[in-house]
């Protein structure tokens, strides 16, 4: 018989104090894990109360555990980064040696890096027909001046008080043809089963390399193709606060007839059932809010108010 089960069993007030002190430091790691998904917590001090209280929170976690609470690790990238550097799955970040943990510390660093220099720079805001898209992107122009907001071409005639190069570059179809031709467009797409519309390539490229954010305004079938051309885009659908509102939006913009409202709002069916392949929803209840919503989720700071 082993020694252990010579021991007299611990008395009934020993178990329960022991399995809720279980009960808390599991409670207590996976609000530390919580918290680095959601950004609120770096993983770099958590490796650093790791190391020096390796019996602590954050020494106790798993290093499987924690490289997995890290926004865009997954099980294979876990895997591929243990082996990396050598650190055996089993390992608790506290019982990590000195050189795995200079190691990780090192992998933590370059990732780090590498998503700042990408952080949301790219960003599409589409959504139905007149749910207010073109007004919270201009409040977004006109308030938050590290964004660069694209100025698509068009085939549509302008509408009173639309201005070219500001609303967007109205072309005519042969023009329009020539852009797609020589390259020059990295989305377009014929929206509502009318005109043409994209996204003039070279303006982003710029910006982008410079360093700034830039917001597309355009529609479901541009965003799927951003999607595609450019993973590390974020998308962002923006949505009414109902049904009826949307139609109120659009009746009352008074901009379409009767006959291209009745088309645009087919078109707002098919891409309110869209809604879910975005990576955020926000709803354009008002529009200085909605604004701010989008331009959090880019990470830009606001332009000085106004006197
Ligand atoms: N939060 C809001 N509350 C009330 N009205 C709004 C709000 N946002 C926009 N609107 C109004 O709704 C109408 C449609 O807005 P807007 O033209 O910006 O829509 P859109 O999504 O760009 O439309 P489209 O895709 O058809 O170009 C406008 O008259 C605008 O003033
Ligand atoms: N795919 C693209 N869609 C675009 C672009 N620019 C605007 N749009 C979308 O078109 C509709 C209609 O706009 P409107 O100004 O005629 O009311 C709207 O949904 C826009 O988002 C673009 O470059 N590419």
Redesign the pocket.
């Known amino acids: 018989m082993s020694e252990a089960s010579n021991r007299p069993a611990p008395p009934e007030v020993d178990r329960r104090a022991a399995s809720q002190a279980a009960v808390a430091a599991r409670r207590a790691r996976a609000a530390v894990k919580a918290a680095i998904a959601a950004r609120e917590l770096s993983p770099l001090t958590v490796l650093d109360r790791a190391t020096a209280d390796p019996e602590g929170v954050e020494g106790r976690l798993r290093v499987t555990e924690f490289l997995l609470s890290v926004p865009a690790i997954g099980t294979t990238k876990m895997e591929e980064a243990l082996k990396r550097l050598s650190i055996s799955p089993a390992k608790r970040l506290g019982g990590l040696g000195r050189h795995q943990r200079l190691r990780l510390r090192q992998f933590l660093i370059e990732r780090e890096n590498r998503s700042e220099r990408q952080r949301n720079r790219l960003v599409v805001l589409a959504?139905?027909?007149?749910?207010?898209?073109?007004?919270?992107?201009?409040y977004i122009r006109e308030n938050y001046p590290d964004v660069l907001l694209s100025v698509s071409a068009t085939t549509r005639k302008p509408r009173p008080g639309e201005v070219d190069g500001v609303n967007y570059y109205f072309v005519d179809d042969a023009e329009f043809d020539r852009m797609i031709e020589g390259g020059e467009l990295l989305e377009y797409a014929t929206v509502h089963n009318a005109y043409r519309y994209g996204t003039p390539r070279a303006p982003i490229e710029k910006a982008l390399a410079e360093g700034r954010s830039v917001l597309l305004?355009i529609?479901l079938q541009g965003a799927r193709q951003v999607r595609r051309s450019m993973p590390e885009a974020r998308l962002i659908f923006?949505l009414p606060p109902t049904w009826e509102?949307l139609v109120r939006?659009?009746i009352?913009?008074?901009?379409?007839d009767q006959a291209e409202q009745q088309r645009?709002l087919e078109t707002a069916k098919v891409e309110l059932a869209a809604q879910d392949e975005f990576d955020y929803r926000v709803v354009?209840?008002?529009?200085a809010t909605?604004a701010r919503e989008v331009v959090d989720l880019m990470k830009v700071r606001a332009a000085p108010s106004r006197p």
């Not at 009352?252 to 379409?256: D, K, L, P």
């Open positions: 959504g139905p027909t007149a749910v207010g898209k073109g007004t919270v992107s201009t305004e529609d923006l509102e939006r659009l009352g913009r008074g901009t379409e645009r354009n209840h008002d529009v909605a």
